[in-house]
């Protein structure tokens, strides 16, 4: 059985403000190299696999963009 995401972004709704990737412990969000239909850099992850699903950084996001899932 596949692992279910562990965090997931509303890509279009995200400003690229960052304060995710700062507060991420194990540094797994990045900032896209393509832009959204509001012209911002949007946060993804590349390697679900290593989140923990701590949420801190949907804790952080001030434009509640991002969900966490815990298995």
Same mark, same amino acid.
């Given at each position: 059985? #596949?692992?279910?995401? +562990? ?7 995200? !400003?690229?403000?960052?304060? =995710? ?11 896209? #190299?393509?832009?959204? +239909? ?7 992850? !590349?390697?679900?696999?290593? =989140? ?20």
């Amino acid at each position: 059985m #596949e692992k279910q995401k +562990s965090v997931v972004f509303d890509f279009e709704r995200c !400003k690229g403000c960052e304060l =995710c990737t700062a507060v991420c412990p194990v540094n797994i969000i990045s900032m896209s #190299e393509e832009i959204n +239909s509001q012209g911002y850099h949007y946060a993804e992850v !590349k390697e679900q696999d290593q =989140c923990i699903s701590c949420a801190m950084c949907a804790t952080m996001c001030p434009d509640v963009v991002i969900k966490v899932y815990k298995e």
